[in-house]
């Protein structure tokens, strides 16, 4: 039996999770910080909260009998996969990352790249008056301070202060539409989009929606990746290491 732990709270996750589900030869336990009210659960097994840090993920892959970890976090969880890295390494554990590919920008973008949420925060006031802040609700804090500002900022759960003084807050879960994204950002009439380099299919539709309307967006680089681990960026891709890289037993289809 072939123990593989998922570190997730993204959809790569949830659909590794299905793609591995009913494989002879396999346990899959898929875990989430747990900071989300009503998470989308992946099928399997669930470990709801984190492990306390890198020593108390060493643990309890040494006492669930984990042979492998697959890192499907989101690009910007940095701490879990620092924890990841260290936990594994000293344990011996092979440790994949699985990271959707950033969003490139295309003719007609007028992305302004950024190294932080603060730097993002600097730089708003210059650019116009009206912000959509796609960022997550973690992230209000930083713009708490932007007082000439007015902010549409759209999260799952609801923001916790402190807050900037002008806002409107969207409690909203993608997938979103282009349609979606160009009615809600004419009818505030946003004149910004602030983002994190997320990549992937679910969120893009924003990206869309700006280039539509000329506006700029603002655009958080993601942290970089571990050196010298093994990383992919597709579900398929992941499962095929696991098929041919984990190990004697491997993963077998069932
Ligand atoms: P983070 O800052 O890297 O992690 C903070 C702590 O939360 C970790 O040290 C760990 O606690 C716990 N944790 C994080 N991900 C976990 C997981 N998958 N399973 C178990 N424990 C986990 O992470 P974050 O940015 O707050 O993200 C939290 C979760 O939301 C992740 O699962 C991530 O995939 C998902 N998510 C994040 C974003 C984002 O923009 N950051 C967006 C969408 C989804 P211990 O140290 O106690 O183990």
Not at 127 to 152: C, Y
Request: glycine share 12%.
């Amino acid at each position: 039996m072939l123990n593989i732990l998922v570190l997730g709270g993204t959809d790569e996750a949830r659909r590794l999770a299905a793609a591995l589900a009913g494989r002879d030869g396999i346990h899959l336990v898929s875990s989430l910080a747990g900071r989300v009210r009503n998470p989308k659960l992946p099928v399997g097994e669930v470990h709801e909260g984190g492990f306390g840090g890198p020593e108390g993920l060493a643990a309890w892959l040494a006492e669930r009998r984990i042979d492998v970890v697959v890192d499907a976090t989101h690009p910007f969880a940095a701490r879990m996969t620092a924890s990841a890295v260290e936990a594994t390494t000293g344990a011996g554990v092979p440790l994949l990352i699985l990271r959707r590919p950033g969003w490139q920008e295309g003719p007609g973008d007028d992305w302004r790249w950024v190294p932080s949420l603060a730097a993002a925060a600097e730089l708003l006031p210059e650019l116009g008056e009206r912000v959509f802040l796609s960022t997550g609700r973690r992230s209000l804090p930083v713009f708490a301070d932007l007082d000439g500002l007015w902010f549409l900022a759209r999260s799952v759960d609801s923001p916790e202060p402190p807050l900037p003084r002008h806002l409107e807050v969207l409690l909203s879960r993608g997938p979103f539409t282009v349609e979606g994204e160009l009615a809600l950002m004419r009818e505030h009439r946003v004149d910004m989009l602030v983002t994190k380099d997320s990549g992937g299919e679910m969120t893009t539709a924003k990206l869309f929606a700006a280039r539509e309307l000329g506006l700029p967006v603002v655009i958080v680089r993601r942290p970089p990746p571990p050196d010298g681990v093994a990383a992919v960026e597709t579900v398929e891709a992941a499962v095929a290491w696991l098929e041919t890289a984990a190990g004697p037993e491997g993963v077998h289809a069932g």
